[in-house]
């Protein structure tokens, strides 16, 4: 059974920068759809950025050049460098684990991130 853990959130002020962390435990990582989605109190989760294995990004409409997600295959590990954070971007952050590809894949359990002055 995949595993998944984030960590990294917290308060920031509005224009700061967190990064967030993802770890699975799986040993296909590399091989696998990895990606962040979010949902704010009262919204609907929506897709942040997503990954395959070649390493091709897609983000949400939203990011427009603010988020970067990347991994580490040698670690199992996700991450979103996010910067220029807004009030809008808060919300729990999940990071989502697919192998294969179209499977409903693992979640985590979120990590809130917090932006206010």
């Known amino acids: 059974q995949e595993q998944v853990v984030e960590s990294g959130g917290g308060l920031v002020q509005p224009g700061g920068s967190l990064r967030l962390s993802c770890v699975v435990s799986?040993?296909?990582?590399?091989?696998?759809?990895v990606g962040w989605h979010r949902q704010a109190p009262g919204k609907e989760r929506e897709l942040v950025a997503v990954?395959?294995?070649?390493?091709?990004?897609v983000y949400g409409d939203f990011v427009n050049g603010r988020f970067i997600l990347s991994r580490d295959n040698s670690k199992n590990t996700i991450y979103l460098q996010m910067n220029n954070l807004k009030p809008e971007d808060t919300a729990v952050y999940y990071c989502?684990?697919?192998?294969?590809?179209?499977?409903?894949?693992?979640w985590g359990q979120g990590t809130q991130v917090t932006v206010s002055s």
């Open positions: 990954m395959n294995s070649a390493g091709s990004a």
């Open positions: 989502r684990y697919r192998f294969p590809a179209n499977t409903p894949g693992v």
């Open positions: 799986d040993f296909r990582f590399s091989f696998g759809v």
